[in-house]
């Protein structure tokens, strides 16, 4: 199986990779798409363009192929280079770059692969990276380690909703308890912040509906009960029904900016530093 | 400007015939909100309450703050924003905009109010007939604080304008923040450069750029131009001007965008330039319908010193870089921006430019429209409050008595007259008409009467003259 | 990316003002993009380009152009039927930066209205209107 690895003239993520493939002693072929591998990635892509991603700033580099898996961005290709397909859902693709790492998720996927999740994170700090890490509740265990290691830079939690809503927006069975440590956890961090989308959900009638300022303002309880204070960056954010999966929620009118302000006053009654996402 | 340094206070002149008649409200320096009748006899006195400005209601309600964040951490942050009683009990009030908590300080819930704020059912803040605000319900539109960094504008933190509007009960429906038009604004390279380097730093909360300034916002309401077709000019949208930027602009409710402006320069076209720069302005506004002079804007327009630009003798580095000595009062057609009216210190019957500081307020002020076709003007610095008639006669005159003890100025920020109904606690008062004294004669005790007490005739000499180019500097041309 | 003055912008070929050319060739219509649109791509890596039949009014968009830094809509200068479509750009997309007015052209229309080109800009004109 060979692999491929595209890259861009100067691109100092690129290197980190080459370096981490160097070291395990793994065969693979480098083409610069500035320099003298343009053509071969124009083949590639237009064998392969409905599975490149491609971020706000154009397509995410480098690019990682086995003929088989394409992995993209510093994150996603060392944890594929290292555990294969175990840490998906645990890693995938970021948007933020220069000494910045994102697409790390402790709740994306497999807790039993824990260890393998947390050697990448250690290698990509290693190398003087950044590292942003995302967490929803789940898996608090895995949290508590990157915290105990000094792993995380930033911690970005996504209070999904109060608890009652926890399972149903995220359509999995979830511990109250995992996610309330959770919770209490994030502000040890130096750089943190709380975030809540106003999700859609399918209530008991069956109905499709926006969350409403109150279950927000109940999800802000959540954290001020859990941590003792109403003092955390909060964010709430509006949800984008085009990026949807589901068909029903596809077809929603997105919130606008002036029915957000709702859920910030609902929200402030517990978080007093509640704000709106610009 | 040459002020004497004895001189009558309270009301000056007063022609009852030919006012407008109606209690008059303003902020008294350090001592409250001040409600005065056209002699000038003090009818109510709110102690203590701040106001930033105090507007009157009808029914003798009253509209200020109840304090000011310490300057030491906030610039110009009122507390909250409340509506208080005849008997001074406080029946409204808003202050849930941000979480403060200063050093030393309360932690508490603030409005960060400043310049303005607006209550439903009359756009522009002042008495027009068959507008009244609501008393008892209603919105309230709020000119607020928001701290924010915007690489955009300066990597400095800025305090920035924001404007919203919150029910009856609290709950803010709709938010607009000035920083995020930045790119609307038109200002040219030199201005964006000294604006990156110095937003209008002030030392307040450890420092912030006090870049646009807002101090004036209110509703546009019904207007012949929308009715003929101009979207600009929805009912709903706001006017607005920032005072560091001599811009005056108005916003699109639906969209938050910029759709009519004036500056930040006024050498861009031909109209500008017939109008003359507008520097440091305060309260401009459309005069509503139902007043002389409806869809037509008024402004004052301060002079002193305001603007980014590029660095002149009058501005080392380019910030507030246009500068003048003199103020206007000006009325313009938003459409051709002709100048409609104006009160400018030649209309006021001073000779220009030798005394034309003598009308100048360089920062506060405001101009009222009223029924008959007169205007209130606050010429706020030496706390001059004036009602002049369409054709520039002075028609009443107050000086403010009333001098700070933490700043020694009698300065009045706005003043508003209100209809005499609006206070059914009292009754009409009486006016009495008070002439103008003729300062030539006018004495204190222990000075000498006019006259002479010896005149010489010196033979040979010639009658004086007047003429062109008698004095060092030219007069300015009509 | 290069300056406008750097860019060609040949005479005897009119332009659309989403950075479409249009060349009439006897009763049909040439269209490619133009050197500015290609400048601002990078290195084109996929063209996707309508069918034989396929119709598309003015200023529609008939097709998209990726680089590894963005995709880009391409918009018809003419209303009209897609008679032909330049099948070396699947192979070789490489030609439109290398040759924009020549080898990269994209597709052949068969126009509703030909009279329509004369609302077309000049070279001139093009060129003032990115200097805009």
Redesign the interface.
Known sequence: MSMTLFT?TGCLRCKIVKRFMEERGLAYEEKD??ADG??A??KF??AN?KSVY?GP???E?PVFFDGVEIRQGLGAVIAYLHSGKKLDGLVSVGTLHKEWVDGLHVSGGDPAHAQEFLSVLRYLKGNNMKLRVDTNGKNSHILRQVFDEGLASQVVMDVVGPINLYGLILGETVDAHDIKESIALIPRFSEYRFETTVAPLIDQLGKVRYMTPREVAEAARLIEESTGSKKHPYLILSFRPEKAADPLFKALMPITPQELLAYRTAAREYLVFADIEK | MTYPSVYPTGVTIYNPAKCWNGYTIFQANELGALLIDMNGREVQLWKGLHGFPNKLLPGGHVMGSLGQRNTAYGMQDQIDLVQVDWEGKVVWKFNRYEYIEDPGETPQWMARQHHDYQREGNPVGYYVPGMDPLVDRGNTLILVHKNIKNPGISEKMLLDDTIIEVTWDGEIVWEWTCSDHINEYGFSEPAKNILARDPNFRPAGGGMGDWMHINSMSALGPNKWYDAGDQRFHPDNIIWDGRETNIIAITDKKTGEIVWKLGPDYDTSRELKRMGWIIGQHHAHLIPRGLPGEGNILVFDNGGWAGYGSPNPGSPTGIKSALRDYSRVLEIDPVTLKIIWQYTPAEAGYVMPYDSNRFYSPFISSAQRLPNGNTLITEGSGGRIIEVTARHELVWEYISPYWGQHLNLNMVYRSYRAPYNWVPQLDRPEEVPIERIDVKTFRVPGAALPGRMKETVVKGTLPYAGGDNALCVGQTEE | MKKVEELSFPDGILYYKEHTWAKKEGGLIRVGITDYAQDQLG?I??IELPVIGDEFATGNEFGSA??????SSLYMPVGGIIESVNNKL?GS??LVNSDPYGAGWMIMVKPYDLSKLAGLLSSDGYVSFLKE
């Not at chain 3, 990726?66 to 995709?71: D, G, M, Q, R």
């Open positions: 861009s798409i500035k343009r053509e990635f124009q892509y237009t363009r491609r700033e154009g397509i580099f | 290195d890596i996929f990726e680089s590894p830094k963005t995709v699947e997309p490489d």
